[in-house]
């Protein structure tokens, strides 16, 4: 008799289990055809087109302000940034990327100073 209650408390069980992963991959396709939508949505469209618009003219706003200094960063990885880089390397000497300032040597090299003031030549 109380093999057969626990064999009864083990399929009951079984059926929550069953049932409960039902609702929730249900959920699921319902929250994914629910994002499927918003993606879609024209309103969510112009919303990151205009995210994307800000964002393009923060960029430039950054890269025309690190064109006129050398000793601002920039951490923009983009082939525009490398050009102001280098640019700004021909004519002031030094350039900051990424964190490091580089510098442009006499004869040419770009190196970077050490915390004890050596020159560790990249170029």
Not at 17 to 33: P, Q, T
Not at 60 to 67: A, I
Not at 74 to 83: K, L, R, S, T, V
Request: net charge positive; proline share 1%.
């Amino acid at each position: 008799m109380a093999g057969l209650f626990i064999i009864l408390i083990f399929i009951i069980w079984g059926l929550f289990k069953l049932f409960g992963n039902v609702r929730r991959d249900a959920l699921a396709k319902a929250e994914r055809r629910a994002y499927e939508a918003k993606l879609k949505s024209k309103e969510y469209i112009a919303e990151q087109e205009e995210r994307r618009k800000k964002e393009l003219a923060y960029i430039k706003e950054t890269l025309e302000k690190c064109k006129k200094n050398p000793d601002l960063n920039i951490a923009i990885y983009n082939d525009e940034a490398w050009q102001i880089h280098w640019d700004r390397l021909n004519n002031y000497g030094r350039s900051m990327h990424s964190g490091v300032m580089y510098y442009k040597g006499q004869r040419g090299g770009i190196y970077t100073l050490s915390a004890n003031g050596t020159r560790n030549y990249k170029y």
